[in-house]
C-alpha cells in the first residue's frame, strides 16, 4: 500500500542520501549538501546556545521548530532520515510484543517517554555552558555519520568485490570495459563504535516501534515542546465504535485510551489511523471543535532540574580534563601533536563547540585523510575530525570539507586561503630517516612535497644529501608522512606545530604576518611559460636554501656518478 | 616476460625475404648485434621538430613504421609519465601530443586495444586531468588511458634474472600485452639522475616503495626491465625537466627533438647525452641503471658505436 506517508518518506531518504553521495570532491557551488543537518533542530538551538551566536545557515532547524506549530512532528513522521530507518528496519526487526489496543495506549506507553526531555534538558543544559553534547542525540547527526561512516564505506567495499568477481567469471569480451573501473575504498576510524551506537539505538525497536523516536530523541523532544497543540489536529467522528484499529497502529503511541484523544507532543502525522479506521471516522484538520487534548509524561521539576544539572556538571567535568583547549588559568591546553585539525578549523575551543560529529567532512574528504578521532581530543573531542597523514595527505586543491560543514566548524574558504590555513609542519625522524640515519639515497618527501617545503642539504659525514623541512614553506598537507618509503612509522611526520586557526579574517594575511609562504608548485608553474627558463629562486620565495638549477664546479646533482 | 614477436621473428622473416641476399652473401648486417631490419635499419632516431605529434610519427616512421611492432589485433600497451597532477608545462609529465601520436598510429596499425597506463604518484584523477593525456586521445580509436591501482589488475611475475628480487608484481595488462611501447618523459631525477624509459617503468608495478628502501635503487630498475622490456622507446625530449625532476618544478628546456629506439638502454643513454642537466653534460655511464643495465647485456649505451639517424621534420 502506498501511503502518502511512504512517499515522503522515500523522496526526503532519497534526496538525503543522494546530498551525503554529493558531499565529496569536486564540490558543486550551490549545492547545500548539508541540509538536513540544518534542518535539524537540536542542532540549530543548541549551536545558537553553546556558541552564543546566530548564523543564518541555522535558521531551518527553526524554521522546523515554527513548522511544529502549524503541523505538530511532521518532521519526525516524513523528513527525518533516522525515522525513516528505523521505520524500515521496523520490517523485519519488529517488535516482539505486538502493538495492541490495550498496550499500545498513550497510557500503557508512558513509562521511558519523558526521558527524551531530560536528554534534551541534559544536551541543552551542555550547550549553555558552552559544550556542544549535540552529537550523542542529533538524529541528523546519528544518520549522518552512520550513513557516511560505515554504510558508504560497506557499499564501495561491495561494489569493489564485485568487480573483483567481474573480472574472474565475466567472459573477457564483457569485463574488458570493467578492467579499469576502480572502486577507492574507505576506511574510517571508530567506524565500530559509530555503528554500534547507531545498532543500539535502532535495536530498541525490538522493545516498541520508534523506540528512539519515542523515548529518546532530544530533536523530537524538541519538536514536541512546540507541537502540544499544533493547527493541524486529529478529528474523530461520532462514527467511531471504539474498535482500537487506530491505537495498535499507532507508531508513536499517541492515541490516548479513549481514540479521540491524540497526544500531539508524539503525534508523527503518519496518517496512519486516518487510513486503517473501519468506520473512516478519523481525519486531520484544522478546526477546533475542542481544545487539544494535552497528557505530559511523568515528568518532575526534580528530574528536569537533575537533567539539567547533570548536563551542566557533565559540561564542567569536560571543560575541567586535562585534554581542554582552553583550560582556566592555564595559557595553552594539552595538545596531542598529532591532533591535526582540517585547513580552516575554527580555533579549538570554538570548533568543538560548533562540531556537530555528523562525519560530513570525512564523507566527502577527497583523499580519506580526516577521520572521526576517539579519544585523543579528550571525551569532548569524540568523533570529531582529525587529519591521519600517513593514511592519506590533504588534497592542496581541495577545501571540500569546509564546504560541506554544515556549522561553519571548519571554515568555508576558497582554495588559495585554504592552502594558507596551515595545519602544521612536518618534522624529520630523523632516526628514521633512510638518509640521516643510513646514508642511502632517498629523496620521495623531497618528490610529493606539494610546496617544495623540503630542501637537500649536505651534511658532514654522509654521502647523500640529506632532507630538512623548510618550516616556512610548509603547509602540513601531510603528502611527505604519507610517502615516506619508511615502513611503519614515517621518518617525516606532521605535527601541529605552527598551525593557524583563525575565528576570522584572512589566513594568506596572517601567513604573511607570519612569514610562510605557501607556493604551491602548479603556482610556481604559472610563471613558466613552455619553452622558457625557470629563472633560480623565483620559484621559491624566502627559502634559505633553494636547491640548485645548476650545480656548481665538480659537484655532482643527484642520482649521478663520476665519469 | 614479455615475449613479442619482435626481434627473433623480424629475424626470422628477414632470413625468408632475403633467402636470395643470404645466398648472394651481402647478409653481414643482419646478424649484427643490436640491429635488426638490415643494415639501413638505424639503432636510434632522433627527430627534431617543433611539432610533437609529426617528430613522434617520423621517428617511428624511421625505425621503420609502427607496423613492424603492432600488428593487426595486438593488444598494446603504452606507459607514458603522468604521475603528477600538473600540466605538459611543467614537464613533469610526457607532452600528450606525443602519447596520442603513439597510439594512434598503433591504432592505424590495427591494434584491437591500446591501454595507456601509469601507477600514478598524486591523485590519479588530477593526473588524468591535468597531464591532459585522456584529453589527446579522446578520438584515438580503442585506446583508453587509465591509472593503475587495484590489487586486482596486478599479478605476480617471476624475475629470472633479478638480483635484487626474484619475483614481483607488475600490472596483468601489461604481462599478457602484445606489444610493450614506453613513452617516458625525458627528465631528471632527484633518485635515479635521470628518469627515462627504464626508470619510467616503475609506473607499471605495484610496489615501488620497496626500491628505494629495501633494494638498492638502480640495481632494481635494472632488475625490474630485465622483464618489463618495451618493444619499443620513444622518449619526449621536446621539453626536458633538466632539473627538479621527477615532479617539478624545476628548469625547463626545449630541446625539440624525440628520440626513438627498439633498444631502451640506447634510448635512456642517447637522451642523457642530448639534454643538458642540473646545468650540466653527462655521459651515459655517469648514470648506474643505464651501466648497470648496458653491464647486464639488456642494451647498449655505446651510443657512439650505433647508427644514429638524425631527421628533421
Same mark, same amino acid.
Given at each position: 500500500?502506498?501511503?502518502?506517508?511512504?512517499?515522503?518518506?522515500?523522496?526526503?531518504?532519497?534526496?538525503?542520501?543522494?546530498?551525503?553521495?554529493?558531499?565529496?570532491?569536486?564540490?558543486?557551488?550551490?549545492?547545500?549538501?548539508?541540509?538536513?543537518?540544518?534542518?535539524?533542530?537540536?542542532?540549530?538551538?543548541?549551536?545558537?546556545? !553553546? #556558541?552564543?551566536? @546566530?548564523?543564518?545557515?541555522?535558521?531551518?532547524? %527553526?524554521?522546523?521548530?515554527? &513548522? =511544529?506549530? /502549524? *503541523? $505538530?512532528?511532521?518532521?519526525?513522521?516524513?523528513?527525518?532520515?533516522?525515522?525513516?530507518?528505523?521505520?524500515?528496519?521496523?520490517?523485519?526487526?519488529?517488535?516482539?510484543?505486538?502493538?495492541?489496543?490495550?498496550?499500545?495506549?498513550?497510557? !500503557? #506507553?508512558?513509562? @521511558?517517554?519523558?526521558?527524551?526531555?531530560?536528554? %534534551?534538558?541534559?544536551?541543552? &543544559? =551542555?550547550? /549553555? *555552558? $558552552?559544550?556542544?553534547?549535540?552529537?550523542?542525540?542529533?538524529?541528523?547527526?546519528?544518520?549522518?555519520?552512520?550513513?557516511?561512516?560505515?554504510?558508504?564505506?560497506?557499499?564501495?567495499?561491495?561494489?569493489?568485490?564485485?568487480?573483483?568477481? !567481474?573480472?574472474?567469471?565475466?567472459?573477457?569480451?564483457?569485463?574488458?570495459? %570493467?578492467?579499469?573501473?576502480?572502486? =577507492?575504498?574507505? *576506511?574510517?576510524?571508530?567506524?565500530?563504535?559509530?555503528?554500534?551506537?547507531?545498532?543500539?539505538?535502532?535495536?530498541?525497536?525490538?522493545?516498541?516501534?520508534?523506540?528512539?523516536?519515542?523515548?529518546?530523541?532530544?530533536?523530537?523532544?524538541?519538536?514536541?515542546?512546540?507541537?502540544?497543540?499544533?493547527?493541524?489536529?486529529?478529528?474523530?467522528?461520532?462514527?467511531?465504535?471504539?474498535?482500537?484499529?487506530?491505537?495498535?497502529?499507532?507508531?508513536?503511541?499517541?492515541?490516548?485510551?479513549?481514540?479521540?484523544?491524540?497526544?500531539?507532543?508524539?503525534?508523527?502525522?503518519?496518517?496512519?489511523?486516518?487510513?486503517?479506521?473501519?468506520?473512516?471516522?478519523?481525519?486531520?484538520?484544522?478546526?477546533?471543535?475542542?481544545?487539544?487534548?494535552?497528557?505530559?509524561?511523568?515528568?518532575?521539576?526534580?528530574?528536569?532540574?537533575?537533567?539539567?544539572?547533570?548536563?551542566?556538571?557533565?559540561?564542567?567535568?569536560?571543560?575541567?580534563?586535562?585534554?581542554?583547549?582552553?583550560?582556566?588559568?592555564?595559557?595553552?591546553?594539552?595538545?596531542?601533536?598529532?591532533?591535526?585539525?582540517?585547513?580552516?578549523?575554527?580555533?579549538?575551543?570554538?570548533?568543538?563547540?560548533?562540531?556537530?560529529?555528523?562525519?560530513?567532512?570525512?564523507?566527502?574528504?577527497?583523499?580519506?585523510?580526516?577521520?572521526?578521532?576517539?579519544?585523543?581530543?579528550?571525551?569532548?573531542?569524540?568523533?570529531?575530525?582529525?587529519?591521519?597523514?600517513?593514511?592519506?595527505?590533504?588534497?592542496?586543491?581541495?577545501?571540500?570539507?569546509?564546504?560541506?560543514?554544515?556549522?561553519?566548524?571548519?571554515?568555508?574558504?576558497?582554495?588559495?586561503?585554504?592552502?594558507?590555513?596551515?595545519?602544521?609542519?612536518?618534522?624529520?625522524?630523523?632516526?628514521?630517516?633512510?638518509?640521516?640515519?643510513?646514508?642511502?639515497?632517498?629523496?620521495?618527501?623531497?618528490?610529493?612535497?606539494?610546496?617544495?617545503?623540503?630542501?637537500?642539504?649536505?651534511?658532514?659525514?654522509?654521502?647523500?644529501?640529506?632532507?630538512?623541512?623548510?618550516?616556512?614553506?610548509?603547509?602540513?598537507?601531510?603528502?611527505?608522512?604519507?610517502?615516506?618509503?619508511?615502513?611503519?612509522?614515517?621518518?617525516?611526520?606532521?605535527?601541529?606545530?605552527?598551525?593557524?586557526?583563525?575565528?576570522?579574517?584572512?589566513?594568506?594575511?596572517?601567513?604573511?604576518?607570519?612569514?610562510?609562504?605557501?607556493?604551491?608548485?602548479?603556482?610556481?608553474?604559472?610563471?613558466?611559460?613552455?619553452?622558457?627558463?625557470?629563472?633560480?629562486?623565483?620559484?621559491?620565495?624566502?627559502?634559505?636554501?633553494?636547491?640548485?638549477?645548476?650545480?656548481?664546479?665538480?659537484?655532482?646533482?643527484?642520482?649521478?656518478?663520476?665519469? | 616476460?614479455?615475449?613479442?614477436?619482435?626481434?627473433?621473428?623480424?629475424?626470422?622473416?628477414?632470413?625468408?625475404?632475403?633467402?636470395?641476399?643470404?645466398?648472394?652473401?651481402?647478409?653481414?648486417?643482419?646478424?649484427?648485434?643490436?640491429?635488426?631490419?638490415?643494415?639501413?635499419?638505424?639503432?636510434?632516431?632522433?627527430?627534431?621538430?617543433?611539432?610533437?605529434?609529426?617528430?613522434?610519427?617520423?621517428?617511428?616512421?624511421?625505425?621503420?613504421?609502427?607496423?613492424?611492432?603492432?600488428?593487426?589485433?595486438?593488444?598494446?600497451?603504452?606507459?607514458?609519465?603522468?604521475?603528477?597532477?600538473?600540466?605538459?608545462?611543467?614537464?613533469?609529465?610526457?607532452?600528450?601530443?606525443?602519447?596520442?601520436?603513439?597510439?594512434?598510429?598503433?591504432?592505424?596499425?590495427?591494434?584491437?586495444?591500446?591501454?595507456?597506463?601509469?601507477?600514478?604518484?598524486?591523485?590519479?584523477?588530477?593526473?588524468?586531468?591535468?597531464?591532459?593525456?585522456?584529453?589527446?586521445?579522446?578520438?584515438?580509436?580503442?585506446?583508453?588511458?587509465?591509472?593503475?591501482?587495484?590489487?586486482?589488475?596486478?599479478?605476480?611475475?617471476?624475475?629470472?634474472?633479478?638480483?635484487?628480487?626474484?619475483?614481483?608484481?607488475?600490472?596483468?595488462?601489461?604481462?599478457?600485452?602484445?606489444?610493450?611501447?614506453?613513452?617516458?618523459?625525458?627528465?631528471?631525477?632527484?633518485?635515479?639522475?635521470?628518469?627515462?624509459?627504464?626508470?619510467?617503468?616503475?609506473?607499471?608495478?605495484?610496489?615501488?616503495?620497496?626500491?628505494?628502501?629495501?633494494?638498492?635503487?638502480?640495481?632494481?630498475?635494472?632488475?625490474?626491465?630485465?622483464?618489463?622490456?618495451?618493444?619499443?622507446?620513444?622518449?619526449?625530449?621536446?621539453?626536458?625537466?633538466?632539473?627538479?625532476?621527477?615532479?617539478?618544478?624545476?628548469?625547463?628546456?626545449?630541446?625539440?627533438?624525440?628520440?626513438?629506439?627498439?633498444?631502451?638502454?640506447?634510448?635512456?643513454?642517447?637522451?642523457?647525452?642530448?639534454?643538458?642537466?642540473?646545468?650540466?653534460?653527462?655521459?651515459?655511464?655517469?648514470?648506474?641503471?643505464?651501466?648497470?643495465?648496458?653491464?647486464?647485456?639488456?642494451?647498449?649505451?655505446?651510443?657512439?658505436?650505433?647508427?644514429?639517424?638524425?631527421?628533421?621534420?
Amino acid at each position: 500500500m502506498i501511503t502518502f506517508q511512504k512517499v515522503t518518506q522515500t523522496v526526503t531518504l532519497f534526496l538525503f542520501l543522494a546530498l551525503l553521495l554529493f558531499a565529496a570532491y569536486p564540490h558543486y557551488d550551490g549545492l547545500a549538501v548539508d541540509f538536513f543537518l540544518r534542518l535539524d533542530p537540536l542542532i540549530s538551538l543548541g549551536t545558537i546556545l !553553546a #556558541t552564543r551566536s @546566530f548564523a543564518t545557515y541555522l535558521l531551518p532547524g %527553526l524554521i522546523v521548530l515554527a &513548522a =511544529a506549530v /502549524l *503541523a $505538530g512532528r511532521f518532521f519526525c513522521g516524513h523528513i527525518c532520515p533516522m525515522g525513516t530507518t528505523l521505520d524500515f528496519l521496523q520490517i523485519p526487526l519488529g517488535p516482539r510484543r505486538k502493538p495492541s489496543a490495550k498496550n499500545n495506549t498513550y497510557e !500503557a #506507553t508512558e513509562r @521511558f517517554r519523558s526521558w527524551k526531555y531530560l536528554a %534534551l534538558g541534559f544536551v541543552l &543544559a =551542555a550547550s /549553555l *555552558a $558552552g559544550v556542544s553534547i549535540l552529537f550523542v542525540g542529533s538524529p541528523l547527526s546519528l544518520a549522518t555519520r552512520f550513513y557516511g561512516l560505515v554504510v558508504h564505506p560497506l557499499l564501495l567495499l561491495l561494489g569493489d568485490s564485485g568487480l573483483d568477481l !567481474a573480472a574472474s567469471w565475466l567472459p573477457t569480451w564483457l569485463s574488458a570495459d %570493467l578492467t579499469y573501473v576502480q572502486i =577507492a575504498g574507505r *576506511a574510517f576510524a571508530t567506524n565500530v563504535f559509530v555503528a554500534m551506537l547507531f545498532v543500539a539505538v535502532t535495536a530498541l525497536v525490538r522493545s516498541q516501534p520508534r523506540f528512539w523516536c519515542r523515548n529518546l530523541c532530544p530533536a523530537g523532544a524538541l519538536i514536541g515542546l512546540f507541537s502540544r497543540s499544533p493547527m493541524l489536529r486529529r478529528n474523530v467522528n461520532d462514527s467511531c465504535s471504539q474498535c482500537g484499529q487506530c491505537i495498535r497502529k499507532c507508531p508513536t503511541a499517541a492515541i490516548s485510551e479513549n481514540p479521540a484523544k491524540t497526544v500531539y507532543s508524539e503525534c508523527i502525522v503518519c496518517l496512519e489511523c486516518v487510513r486503517i479506521c473501519p468506520e473512516s471516522a478519523v481525519s486531520f484538520s484544522t478546526s477546533r471543535n475542542e481544545p487539544a487534548f494535552s497528557l505530559t509524561p511523568d515528568l518532575t521539576r526534580r528530574g528536569i532540574v537533575l537533567a539539567m544539572g547533570s548536563g551542566l556538571l557533565s559540561a564542567g567535568l569536560l571543560r575541567t580534563g586535562i585534554n581542554q583547549p582552553t583550560p582556566r588559568g592555564k595559557e595553552r591546553g594539552l595538545v596531542d601533536p598529532e591532533l591535526i585539525r582540517p585547513p580552516g578549523a575554527l580555533p579549538e575551543a570554538d570548533f568543538l563547540t560548533r562540531c556537530v560529529r555528523c562525519g560530513e567532512c570525512m564523507k566527502a574528504c577527497a583523499t580519506n585523510t580526516l577521520q572521526p578521532v576517539w579519544l585523543k581530543a579528550g571525551l569532548e573531542g569524540i568523533f570529531s575530525p582529525v587529519m591521519v597523514p600517513r593514511l592519506a595527505a590533504c588534497a592542496v586543491n581541495c577545501n571540500v570539507c569546509g564546504q560541506v560543514c554544515p556549522t561553519g566548524a571548519i571554515r568555508d574558504v576558497s582554495i588559495i586561503e585554504k592552502k594558507h590555513a596551515k595545519v602544521g609542519t612536518a618534522w624529520i625522524a630523523r632516526q628514521n630517516c633512510l638518509v640521516w640515519e643510513q646514508d642511502r639515497k632517498c629523496l620521495v618527501c623531497d618528490e610529493v612535497c606539494p610546496y617544495n617545503a623540503i630542501s637537500f642539504q649536505p651534511v658532514p659525514g654522509l654521502r647523500n644529501a640529506a632532507p630538512v623541512v623548510i618550516e616556512n614553506q610548509c603547509s602540513g598537507c601531510g603528502w611527505c608522512e604519507n610517502k615516506c618509503p619508511v615502513q611503519g612509522a614515517s621518518a617525516i611526520r606532521v605535527n601541529v606545530i605552527g598551525e593557524i586557526r583563525l575565528a576570522s579574517g584572512s589566513y594568506i594575511e596572517k601567513a604573511r604576518e607570519y612569514g610562510l609562504s605557501f607556493k604551491t608548485k602548479e603556482a610556481a608553474l604559472d610563471r613558466l611559460a613552455p619553452g622558457t627558463f625557470d629563472a633560480p629562486g623565483t620559484s621559491i620565495e624566502q627559502a634559505p636554501y633553494s636547491e640548485p638549477s645548476g650545480v656548481q664546479g665538480e659537484e655532482l646533482p643527484p642520482g649521478f656518478m663520476p665519469k | 616476460m614479455i615475449e613479442k614477436p619482435d626481434r627473433r621473428e623480424f629475424l626470422k622473416s628477414g632470413l625468408v625475404a632475403t633467402a636470395a641476399a643470404v645466398a648472394a652473401g651481402t647478409v653481414g648486417g643482419i646478424f649484427s648485434p643490436g640491429k635488426s631490419f638490415g643494415a639501413e635499419m638505424p639503432d636510434l632516431v632522433v627527430s627534431h621538430g617543433l611539432d610533437p605529434a609529426a617528430i613522434t610519427r617520423a621517428a617511428v616512421d624511421a625505425l621503420g613504421g609502427i607496423k613492424r611492432f603492432v600488428k593487426p589485433g595486438n593488444k598494446v600497451v603504452i606507459k607514458p609519465n603522468m604521475s603528477f597532477a600538473s600540466g605538459p608545462e611543467r614537464a613533469s609529465n610526457t607532452h600528450p601530443a606525443v602519447v596520442s601520436e603513439v597510439a594512434r598510429m598503433c591504432a592505424e596499425a590495427g591494434a584491437s586495444r591500446i591501454a595507456v597506463l601509469d601507477h600514478v604518484l598524486n591523485e590519479p584523477r588530477a593526473c588524468l586531468k591535468l597531464s591532459k593525456i585522456p584529453e589527446a586521445c579522446l578520438n584515438v580509436p580503442n585506446t583508453t588511458v587509465s591509472t593503475v591501482e587495484a590489487k586486482r589488475l596486478y599479478r605476480e611475475v617471476q624475475v629470472p634474472q633479478g638480483r635484487q628480487f626474484k619475483t614481483m608484481e607488475a600490472v596483468s595488462d601489461v604481462l599478457d600485452a602484445d606489444v610493450l611501447i614506453a613513452i617516458p618523459k625525458g627528465k631528471s631525477h632527484s633518485s635515479s639522475g635521470v628518469s627515462l624509459s627504464m626508470k619510467g617503468m616503475m609506473g607499471l608495478i605495484k610496489d615501488r616503495i620497496s626500491f628505494h628502501s629495501r633494494y638498492s635503487l638502480h640495481e632494481a630498475i635494472v632488475d625490474m626491465v630485465t622483464v618489463l622490456k618495451p618493444h619499443l622507446v620513444v622518449i619526449d625530449g621536446t621539453h626536458i625537466l633538466s632539473s627538479g625532476g621527477p615532479g617539478g618544478p624545476g628548469t625547463v628546456i626545449p630541446l625539440n627533438l624525440v628520440v626513438a629506439s627498439t633498444d631502451m638502454v640506447a634510448a635512456d643513454a642517447q637522451m642523457v647525452a642530448l639534454g643538458t642537466w642540473y646545468g650540466k653534460k653527462f655521459v651515459p655511464d655517469q648514470v648506474r641503471h643505464i651501466r648497470i643495465a648496458a653491464e647486464r647485456g639488456l642494451g647498449r649505451m655505446d651510443i657512439d658505436k650505433l647508427k644514429v639517424q638524425n631527421i628533421k621534420s
